[in-house]
């Protein structure tokens, strides 16, 4: 199973971005799909989650901004990031967390993919 994140670029303070997660293989309805970010230095944290039923769960720092949704049909994630911030600044990234209502869990069930950036301007 590949997990490959997409869709991050320069965006303006205030403005919004969609990344997109791919999952190959078959599994994708079964697992739970979660979006991570990371900052030089600092770990990588969770930051949404949705479950393999569609439930969702977010950081405290992106509640209200940031949406996940997934389509089985395209075995694809998506989160929908509003009212960027500076300090959305990062590489994210897309895994299967293994408890996914448990945000400051960090066990993933696959080996990381490619991240991409996403630059917010002042």
């Known amino acids: 199973v590949q997990l490959q994140a997409s869709g991050g670029g320069l965006v303006q303070a205030g403005g919004s971005l969609t990344l997109a997660c791919t999952v190959s293989?078959?599994?994708?309805?079964?697992?739970?799909v979660g979006w991570y970010r990371q900052v030089p230095g600092k770990q990588r944290e969770l930051v949404a989650s949705i479950t393999h039923d569609g439930s969702p769960n977010y950081a405290d720092s992106v509640k209200g901004r940031f949406t996940i949704s997934r389509s089985n049909a395209k075995n694809t994630a998506y989160l929908q990031m509003n009212s960027l911030k500076r300090e959305d600044t990062a590489v994210y990234y897309c895994?299967?967390?293994?408890?996914?209502?448990?945000?400051?869990?960090?066990?993933?069930?696959?080996?990381w993919g490619q991240g991409t950036l996403v630059t917010v301007s002042s």
């Open positions: 895994n299967s967390p293994i408890l996914p209502t448990q945000l400051d869990d960090q066990r993933i069930r696959f080996p």
């Open positions: 293989g078959d599994v994708f309805r079964l697992i739970a």
